[in-house]
């Protein structure tokens, strides 16, 4: 069955150094998100993708936060300068279909992003 | 925005015993989903369920669209069902997922 993956499952790093957390999304399909859970928390919408564009973003996907794909097949996340309170679990997500987030949404494994 | 309410928060249970969690959203959606969140953190797709009922082993899900809530429920729970129990809609002109605040179920031997 297809799946999502994400690479790698845990980063650690250190305050102000820039991560990339990669994602590969179902091979068919054509939106991808990101969202993030920091510990003990609900889940967060960070951002959309769509046709090589961001589709929707929320709040907290600010000017530190970048989304590009690459290649046909990945998808990364990038934060420039990472805070304390980047700490979070990130997880990719992907929807096929013309219809984007009315679709199911299927999840990878999610990367734990550990910030010193 | 849309808000998502889950119920009750917290739930323990002896293994066999059945139960229902509960998903109340404020606003139309055209996506519903139920995730469980296993110990690893991983989220599992359970149902998307925008509408109407839908049975899987011994989950089954409800969703009444017009009245704004959907219900999970669990029969005959095992021990491997402990863990957060999310609902996640998608309010209808969006397309990302806004999630409720969980149900966090504990299935003791």
């Known amino acids: 069955e297809p799946e999502v993956t994400q690479t790698p499952s845990h980063q650690v790093t250190q305050m102000g150094q820039e991560v990339i957390l990669r994602c590969v999304p179902i091979?068919?399909?054509?939106?991808f998100y990101w969202y993030r859970q920091i510990l003990g928390q609900k889940v967060e919408f960070l951002v959309s993708?769509?046709?090589?564009?961001?589709?929707?973003k929320s709040e907290i996907f600010d000017d530190q936060f970048s989304v590009e794909r690459p290649d046909g097949s990945n998808f990364t996340l990038k934060i420039r300068s990472t805070k304390l309170e980047d700490s979070a679990m990130y997880f990719c997500?992907?929807?096929?279909?013309?219809?984007?987030?009315?679709?199911?949404?299927?999840f990878g494994p999610g990367t734990r992003l550990t910030v010193l | 925005g849309i808000q998502v309410e889950q119920s009750p928060p917290d739930l323990i249970l002896q293994e066999g015993a059945n139960s229902t969690l509960r998903c109340n959203f404020s606003?139309?959606?055209?996506?519903l989903q139920w995730f469980h969140q296993n110990p690893w953190g991983q989220l599992i797709n359970l149902f998307y369920?925008?509408?109407g009922t839908k049975q899987n082993g011994r989950l089954s899900a409800t969703t009444v669209a017009t009245e704004r809530y959907s219900l999970l429920y669990i029969s005959s729970s095992q021990t491997t069902d402990s863990g957060v129990y999310f609902c996640?809609?998608?309010?209808?002109?969006?397309?990302?997922?806004?999630f409720g605040t969980g149900t966090r179920l504990l299935v003791s031997p």
């Open positions: 997500a992907s929807s096929g279909g013309r219809s984007g987030g009315y679709n199911e949404q299927f």
């Open positions: 091979s068919n399909h054509l939106y």
């Open positions: 993708f769509y046709n090589n564009e961001i589709s929707e």
């Open positions: 606003d139309s959606v055209n996506n």
């Open positions: 369920i925008p509408s």
């Open positions: 996640a809609v998608v309010e209808t002109g969006f397309q990302k997922l806004v």
